[in-house]
């Protein structure tokens, strides 16, 4: 390599905040060797940019982090092009994240900027684990609110926006405050009947016997239980009860805002992509207008009409002109719940042996389909906590002879499909949100139970903010469960009626329960269609 590559090897490094050892920059110039002379730079720009995805102990570099990454992309490449239709594939095309590997990021409120947690995450946390999910709950949250005009801080003299002046209080200092004041914080019950709002200063009890929705910013829809997180409008009493009068969700963020704010980092968990990259997958994610998922939730494989309403299933898509890309086989897969009483493992091991058998014989599927397993609330497991393992390998592995390339992920999943995110979530939430509910929901904007529920998990950016003694949750997973920045399309499979609601942008919809009403869902990721179905 001539010394003006060397030199803009050491520059673009520089650039970066870099210093490149001896060892380091001949591997830098050995992986530039691999490429003609007018595509250096991007090939200098790639390197660099899965660089700062590393974790690295300096800035100073040495040969081992860089020969990792100029190994892995010269493999890439290689893979490429002996395959040039492999990127545009659909099982290359698809991405599938258990919830046990999302990346934990945690919000610095000094520094303003979320760090990402490295090392190993027990299970089984101690007690400030438990703490720390609060918080966390709390300070993802709280910084989507400090972005938002209606509620940041006003400067000396500045003159009160249209949206009034709706400053948040800390809790701490409502004492001896008097006049109306917004505060935000988790609703909790910290004596029986008696409820309280908490933040990261202090607690005080609320009364919401007068509290109304937010009128003015239309944040009304929504189930407002314990554990949610609120921003409430009152007055402290001479009781020191704060009185509310105006209680609601805090408000939404874009997408694209928030991803624009913390661009490199990876919250979904599907790998961080260059702006090139993520051009060139929206263009092939355009043109995917064959590729389809169809979804199913309660398989019940202990009963005869439900394996017939199934193969009835395959064999209509067995037939049709492209087969479906993915297939989402959802639990409960048995119409009894796992517990103590429960006796049938061995036969629905078997049971398993069958589906696989019935899914073989639809070649076209087996061939040109994948196939992913979520456990449901009631399936064998080690517990009914979230989020659940995948299904034990000694029910699976019958059905794994018979279709080798079936994915079994826990709940809940995730799916990255070229640009798309995609979360899947199996749990009967509807109903327990609704006997939760502290406030009746407004009927201003809607009436429907399920925009209800939609709203309240976006809006709290958390797919089950439920109370833990109704729900439990593992302490230091409880980030598997979050919903930021937005996704594209949330699945809530639900043993209720089949629904579909697109709300501020994001797809969300139950396909319903196969086992009891037949219902279903055929999704087209390329243009977010839900078609609800039925046999």
């Known amino acids: 390599?001539?010394?003006?590559?060397?030199?803009?090897?050491?520059?673009?490094?520089?650039?970066?905040?870099?210093?490149?050892?001896?060892?380091?920059?001949?591997?830098?110039?050995?992986?530039?060797?691999?490429?003609?002379?007018?595509?250096?730079?991007?090939?200098?720009?790639?390197?660099?940019?899965?660089?700062?995805?590393?974790?690295?102990?300096?800035?100073?570099?040495?040969?081992?982090?860089?020969?990792?990454?100029?190994?892995?992309?010269?493999?890439?490449?290689?893979?490429?092009?002996?395959?040039?239709?492999?990127?545009?594939?659909?099982?290359?095309?698809?991405?599938?994240?258990?919830?046990?590997?999302?990346?934990?990021?945690?919000?610095?409120?000094?520094?303003?900027?979320?760090?990402?947690?490295?090392?190993?995450l027990p299970i089984h946390g101690d007690a400030s684990a438990k703490a720390t999910l609060y918080k966390d709950r709390f300070l993802l949250l709280f910084q989507r609110l400090s972005r938002d005009p209606r509620f940041s801080t006003l400067a000396f003299d500045a003159p009160t926006s249209e949206y009034g002046s709706c400053e948040i209080s800390p809790i701490q200092s409502l004492v001896g405050r008097v006049g109306r004041r917004w505060i935000m914080g988790v609703i909790s019950q910290l004596e029986d009947g008696h409820f309280y709002l908490e933040d990261l200063t202090a607690a005080v009890e609320v009364n919401l016997s007068s509290a109304i929705s937010f009128s003015n910013y239309k944040i009304t829809t929504g189930f407002f239980a314990e554990n949610t997180i609120v921003l409430a409008e009152g007055e402290m009493q001479l009781d020191g009860v704060f009185q509310v009068r105006t209680c609601g969700f805090p408000?939404?963020?874009?997408?694209?805002?928030?991803?624009?704010?913390?661009?490199?980092?990876?919250?979904?968990?599907?790998?961080?992509?260059?702006?090139?990259?993520?051009?060139?997958?929206?263009?092939?994610?355009?043109?995917?207008?064959?590729?389809?998922?169809?979804?199913?939730?309660?398989?019940?494989?202990?009963?005869?009409?439900?394996?017939?309403?199934?193969?009835?299933?395959?064999?209509?898509?067995?037939?049709?002109?492209?087969?479906?890309?993915?297939?989402?086989?959802?639990?409960?897969?048995?119409?009894?719940?796992?517990?103590?009483?429960?006796?049938?493992?061995?036969?629905?091991?078997?049971?398993?042996?069958?589906?696989?058998?019935?899914?073989?014989?639809?070649?076209?599927?087996?061939?040109?389909?994948?196939?992913?397993?979520?456990?449901?609330?009631?399936?064998?497991?080690?517990?009914?906590?979230l989020p659940r393992c995948p299904l034990p390998k000694?029910?699976?592995?019958?059905?794994?002879?018979?279709?080798?390339?079936?994915?079994?992920?826990?709940?809940?999943?995730?799916?990255?499909?070229?640009?798309?995110?995609?979360?899947?979530?199996?749990?009967?939430?509807?109903?327990?949100?609704r006997r939760s509910c502290l406030i009746p929901p407004s009927t201003e904007e809607t009436s429907d139970p399920f925009e209800h529920l939609v709203a309240t998990i976006i809006h709290q950016s958390h797919l089950c903010p439920l109370p833990l003694t109704g729900q439990p949750i593992i302490w230091n997973y409880d980030h598997s469960l979050h919903l930021y920045p937005t996704p594209h399309t949330i699945v809530l499979a639900d043993k209720s009626e089949q629904k579909a609601f697109r709300y501020t942008g994001v797809t969300c919809f139950n396909p319903g329960s196969f086992s009891n009403d037949g219902t279903f869902v055929a999704y087209r990721p390329c243009n977010q269609e839900v078609e609800l179905s039925a046999l």
Request: charged share 25%.
């Open 394 to 433: 000694y029910l699976t592995e019958e059905l794994q002879k018979y279709v080798p390339n079936a994915i079994f992920s826990s709940n809940p999943c995730r799916i990255k499909f070229y640009t798309q995110e995609i979360v899947l979530f199996r749990q009967d939430l509807l109903y327990r949100m």
């Open 1 to 120: 390599m001539s010394g003006v590559v060397r030199n803009k090897v050491q520059r673009k490094f520089k650039m970066r905040g870099y210093s490149l050892k001896v060892d380091a920059l001949s591997e830098v110039l050995s992986f530039l060797s691999h490429f003609p002379s007018d595509a250096l730079d991007d090939a200098l720009e790639l390197l660099l940019d899965e660089l700062h995805h590393l974790s690295l102990k300096s800035a100073i570099l040495d040969r081992e982090p860089v020969h990792k990454v100029a190994t892995l992309l010269l493999e890439a490449e290689a893979a490429v092009e002996e395959n040039p239709s492999s990127s545009s594939s659909p099982a290359s095309a698809l991405r599938i994240t258990d919830a046990f590997i999302v990346p934990k990021f945690r919000y610095d409120p000094v520094k303003k900027f979320f760090h990402e947690h490295t090392g190993r």
């Open 251 to 385: 408000p939404l963020e874009d997408r694209e805002k928030s991803m624009a704010f913390f661009s490199g980092l990876d919250f979904f968990g599907g790998g961080i992509l260059t702006k090139e990259e993520t051009l060139r997958l929206a263009e092939l994610e355009k043109k995917a207008v064959n590729d389809m998922f169809v979804i199913l939730s309660d398989i019940w494989l202990d009963n005869e009409e439900t394996l017939g309403n199934l193969e009835t299933i395959l064999n209509g898509y067995e037939n049709v002109e492209v087969v479906p890309s993915l297939f989402i086989l959802m639990g409960n897969f048995c119409s009894q719940p796992f517990n103590l009483s429960f006796k049938s493992i061995s036969s629905l091991r078997v049971q398993f042996g069958k589906l696989g058998q019935m899914i073989a014989s639809h070649q076209r599927l087996k061939e040109h389909s994948r196939f992913l397993f979520i456990p449901g609330p009631d399936d064998v497991g080690p517990s009914t906590v």
